[in-house]
């Protein structure tokens, strides 16, 4: 069935072209917004219809430059169609409500929805949506609101579904992953031991960001799940600042001494894990001692992964009110951190070692395939179409910053993890036969901002699908966005 349809990715195709520029955004930062409403004027400057989405006109709809826009709220991604439907006609339509079910929040739109992979290779599944803290810098809980958790045996069939479309990795993310189910009488240890028994020999599951407090009371069984030969060794756990003071008035509910028991012990238990974690420099009320204490924690660790961010104030936020640090110092502290960070080589130790990898990604340059090791560290292999999706055994010849290279043991046989064949990049996820046989088609690979040409009289039902892909395909791209901020 034709459609009517023409999707034009930003990143291939010329934007001027669409009709309607379809614009998803993300709420962490001051640049990630200024982009978005960027990317808003140019739309309006070339006199196309606009549809905006995601957390930036979730938590402020009533900016001067949305007036006039239509909306689609964060938890609505399943009802595009109308809002596309209205925009098209010149209407402008907002749905920013919560979804609920007998009063109880939900976590948002449906995980069994059709969606398009970025990655074919890799699943990425939201576990819970909002969070249980009250960050004062944080613009992100205006937009995604308190904790609402998706029931274990949703996230269980997806995590199915996507293996039997030959995916070999799974993600799992939120805001906050350690506080998954505490609104809904579990937790995230029996998560995650129930999708461990989904996982094929040879794939593997990503664990996303948890905060201190919300992982302490697991740290028995975390330490058993993540030795467990199907999860990466991997954590990521912000500290933010190593100051209690600062703590305090960010409002953190940890202090620092809980977040050294997580690294300690996880690193006891578990060894060679991995952990990640962020640092703010230059909070309000930040002294020089402060963050001295800050320099020291990293002295003391040497993540391996270090996430620095100089703190910028989000409007209507309690830390755009407080007494600001200079810029200039935030600045100096922001780059005295990064040199500390680039001083030194995590990985060095590691060159000689023979190690089993997961390929499932290209590099940059396209010169590499991009592997990970059991410890979510990135290896770059020889580029061979026959590596892709496979588990294969490396010796590390040589080590970076933030990466490793490895040439494949002579005799090793790569192994293949998926039970499928893969999906072909660009195609639909999730789809049943009868919607397939229903003309529900794959468009090409998309990155945000979707941007649709049409001829609108299409039919309704297949319309509805399609736009449900582009729908949750933004949704997750901005989510990644977002986390890597």
């Known amino acids: 069935?034709?459609?009517?349809?023409?999707?034009?990715?930003?990143?291939?195709?010329?934007?001027?072209?669409?009709?309607?520029?379809?614009?998803?955004?993300?709420?962490?930062?001051?640049?990630?917004?200024?982009?978005?409403?960027?990317?808003?004027?140019?739309?309006?400057?070339?006199?196309?219809?606009?549809?905006?989405?995601?957390?930036?006109?979730?938590?402020?709809?009533?900016?001067?430059?949305?007036?006039?826009?239509?909306?689609?709220?964060?938890?609505?991604?399943?009802?595009?169609?109308?809002?596309?439907?209205?925009?098209?006609?010149?209407?402008?339509?907002?749905?920013?409500?919560?979804?609920?079910?007998?009063?109880?929040?939900?976590?948002?739109?449906?995980?069994?929805?059709?969606?398009?992979?970025?990655?074919?290779?890799?699943?990425?599944?939201?576990?819970?949506?909002?969070?249980?803290?009250?960050?004062?810098?944080?613009?992100?809980?205006?937009?995604?609101?308190?904790?609402?958790?998706?029931?274990?045996?949703?996230?269980?069939?997806?995590?199915?579904?996507?293996?039997?479309?030959?995916?070999?990795?799974?993600?799992?993310?939120?805001?906050?992953?350690?506080?998954?189910?505490?609104?809904?009488?579990?937790?995230?240890?029996?998560?995650?031991?129930?999708?461990?028994?989904?996982?094929?020999?040879?794939?593997?599951?990503?664990?996303?960001?948890?905060?201190?407090?919300?992982?302490?009371?697991?740290?028995?069984?975390?330490?058993?799940?993540?030795?467990?030969?199907?999860?990466?060794?991997?954590?990521?756990?912000?500290?933010?600042?190593?100051?209690?003071?600062?703590?305090?008035?960010?409002?953190?509910?940890?202090?620092?001494?809980?977040?050294?028991?997580?690294v300690d012990f996880l690193k006891e238990r578990v060894p060679g894990v991995t952990l990640a974690t962020d640092i703010i420099c230059g909070f309000p009320g930040e002294t020089e001692e402060d963050f001295r204490q800050t320099i020291d924690l990293v002295k003391l660790y040497r993540f391996p992964s270090l996430f620095i961010n100089q703190f910028y104030p989000r409007p209507g936020t309690p830390a755009a009110r407080m007494e600001q640090v200079p810029a200039h110092v935030k600045k100096q502290r922001t780059k005295e951190l990064s040199q500390l960070f680039h001083s030194y080589n995590p990985y060095d130790h590691k060159v000689g070692e023979k190690q089993h990898v997961l390929v499932t990604e290209e590099s940059f340059d396209g010169q590499y395939y991009v592997a990970h090791n059991k410890f979510y560290e990135q290896v770059l292999v020889p580029k061979r179409s026959e590596f892709s999706g496979k588990m294969i055994e490396v010796e590390i010849y040589e080590s970076g910053k933030h990466f490793l290279k490895g040439r494949p043991v002579e005799d090793s046989r790569p192994f293949t993890p998926s039970i499928a064949e893969p999906l072909q990049k660009g195609a639909v996820s999730g789809l049943t036969q009868e919607q397939m046989a229903g003309g529900v088609r794959s468009p090409a690979a998309l990155s945000p901002p979707f941007l649709l040409s049409a001829s609108y009289s299409v039919d309704k039902e297949a319309l509805t699908k399609l736009l449900i892909v582009l729908a949750v395909a933004a949704a997750v791209l901005a989510f990644v966005i977002e986390k890597a901020t």
């Not at 955004?25 to 960027?38: G, L, Y």
């Not at 979804?99 to 069994?112: E, N, S």
Request: hydrophobic share 35%; charged share 25%; aromatic share 6%.
């Open 1 to 262: 069935m034709n459609l009517g349809l023409h999707i034009i990715s930003s990143a291939q195709d010329d934007p001027a072209e669409a009709d309607l520029w379809l614009l998803n955004s993300c709420t962490v930062k001051n640049p990630a917004e200024d982009h978005f409403r960027n990317s808003i004027k140019k739309a309006q400057e070339q006199e196309k219809k606009v549809v905006v989405a995601g957390c930036v006109p979730q938590a402020q709809p009533r900016m001067d430059y949305l007036k006039g826009l239509s909306i689609i709220g964060v938890q609505q991604i399943d009802r595009v169609v109308e809002v596309v439907d209205e925009a098209v006609k010149g209407h402008s339509v907002r749905l920013l409500g919560q979804k609920k079910d007998g009063g109880k929040r939900l976590g948002g739109a449906r995980l069994d929805l059709p969606k398009i992979r970025k990655n074919p290779l890799i699943e990425i599944i939201s576990i819970n949506t909002g969070c249980l803290n009250a960050c004062t810098y944080c613009k992100t809980k205006h937009a995604r609101g308190d904790l609402a958790s998706y029931p274990i045996e949703e996230l269980v069939e997806r995590t199915r579904q996507s293996f039997q479309e030959g995916v070999c990795e799974i993600w799992l993310t939120s805001e906050d992953t350690g506080a998954y189910g505490r609104d809904i009488g579990t937790d995230l240890p029996t998560l995650l031991w129930r999708l461990v028994e989904e996982i094929p020999q040879g794939a593997m599951l990503r664990l996303g960001m948890t905060n201190p407090p919300y992982i302490l009371e697991h740290l028995e069984e975390m330490a058993k799940i993540l030795n467990h030969p199907r999860v990466y060794a991997f954590l990521h756990v912000p500290v933010q600042s190593a100051s209690d003071s600062v703590l305090m008035d960010m409002k953190r509910e940890y202090c620092v001494d809980d977040f050294k028991q997580v």
